[in-house]
């Protein structure tokens, strides 16, 4: 079993006060190919990094993934009601040793 130190949770826009699991799943929807790129886009300019990439999920289409290369950063999603996106970034305990 992994175990995690921390999750770090970065909202690309505003986001109003937080929500249950449940109510954030049921506000996650598609995240069309132009949005993806557009995340692509705002990630590579915010963080000055061109080899930031977000790619679409291989089995889900209601978030995106984000990369370095080829290492796994976490998962962006959009929350319908709101229209802010999400980012989700695990870090594990040995990653900080």
Same mark, same amino acid.
């Given at each position: 079993?992994?175990?995690?130190?921390?999750?770090?949770?970065?909202?690309?826009?505003?986001?109003?006060?937080? @929500?249950?699991?449940?109510?954030?799943?049921?506000?996650?929807?598609?995240?069309?190919?132009?949005?993806? @790129?557009?995340?692509?886009?705002?990630?590579?300019?915010?963080?000055?990094?061109?080899?930031?990439?977000?790619?679409?999920?291989? @089995?889900?289409?209601?978030?995106?993934?984000?990369?370095?290369?080829?290492?796994?950063?976490?998962?962006?999603?959009? =929350?319908? =009601?709101?229209? =802010?996106?999400?980012?989700?970034?695990?870090?594990?305990?040995? =990653?900080?040793?």
């Amino acid at each position: 079993m992994q175990s995690w130190l921390a999750c770090l949770y970065i909202a690309i826009v505003d986001v109003p006060e937080a @929500r249950s699991n449940e109510q954030a799943d049921d506000r996650r929807r598609l995240l069309k190919p132009d949005e993806i @790129r557009k995340l692509d886009a705002y990630f590579k300019r915010v963080f000055q990094n061109p080899k930031l990439e977000v790619k679409a999920r291989p @089995r889900k289409d209601d978030s995106a993934e984000v990369y370095v290369g080829d290492e796994f950063l976490g998962i962006v999603f959009k =929350d319908e =009601d709101d229209g =802010d996106y999400n980012f989700s970034m695990a870090i594990l305990d040995i =990653d900080l040793a």
